[in-house]
């Protein structure tokens, strides 16, 4: 039941990117997953949830995959996939994007424990999603429907998901927020409202209705140390005073 629901919801969002609106909003958050993406290569790359943008394509990575949820429309060259029991195995994935999949499956907490389990060590995390306290978060708390895309998503804050990277051992290494316009979609008055981006950007930049975060999985490496007797041990025969040695050496070869 839980995948039937991913990808009723999933399938709902994908229909909206392919608005104007959500292309406008695909086109942003495929060039700042560019900007936050390190530079550098990528065995595996895969991308988790939505497939109408794909934003993996500037991704300097030897393979890409895209992942779904099953259904009727798996678009060709995706994987369809149980977002509660990813078909990957431990240590195969480099980097992974998640472009509001946590907004939009049943169980995001446990999408991320399977994802840790496949990531490499040091593997590279991006998520993006909606947040609560912005705009697009008071028209979901505020204005009817809300059983509508995108506004029947979860709307996780980002304090939340850090907690949630941080439990898995994750640490955050990047951020970015984007959009600041109220969603009035009418063309005129969108346009009008354009400098609310530059404006937001430089004095309210934490009440962007989508934020990204860039996050690297932690790795414990174990370093050998010397036993600390042994090194005590030398330590006390070779910083004695020269004379003591001398006489204790001629001490020795008495008969």
């Known amino acids: 039941m839980k995948a039937i629901k991913d990808l009723e ?5 994908d229909r909206w990117l392919a608005s104007p609106q959500g292309v406008q909003l695909a086109e942003r958050e495929c060039a700042a997953v560019s900007e ?10 895969a991308q988790f949830g939505v497939t109408g943008s794909d934003l993996l394509v500037d991704v300097n990575a030897g393979r890409r995959v895209r992942v779904t949820a099953p259904g009727e429309h798996v678009p060709e060259g ?4 149980d977002f509660h029991a990813l078909p990957f195995g431990h240590h195969s994935i480099d980097l992974a994007v998640l472009p509001h999949t946590l907004d939009f499956v049943a169980d995001p907490h446990a999408l991320l424990r399977e994802l840790t389990e496949a990531m490499a060590p040091d593997g590279h995390i991006l998520i993006i999603g909606f947040q609560p306290y ?14 509508v895309v995108p506004w029947c998503g979860h709307f996780f804050s980002t304090s939340r998901i850090q907690d949630w990277l941080s439990l898995m ?8 927020m984007l959009v600041y316009r109220p969603p009035i979609f009418r063309q005129g008055v969108h346009e009008k409202l354009a400098f609310l981006e530059r404006a937001g950007d430089r004095w309210w930049p934490m009440f962007g209705a989508v934020y990204m975060i860039h996050a690297q999985l932690e790795t414990m490496r174990m370093i050998p140390l010397r036993p600390l007797f042994r090194t005590a041990r030398l330590k006390q025969k070779f910083t004695q005073p020269a004379a003591r040695r001398l006489r204790s050496t001629h001490s020795s070869q008495r008969p």
């Open 9 to 13: 919801r999933l399938e709902q969002f």
């Open 36 to 45: 936050l993406a390190p530079e550098r290569y990528f065995p595996v790359a």
């Open 78 to 81: 995706a994987v369809f996939s």
């Open 134 to 147: 912005s705009l697009w978060g008071a028209r979901k708390w505020l204005w009817l429907p809300r059983d």
């Open 169 to 176: 051992g994750y640490r955050v290494r990047s951020g970015k």
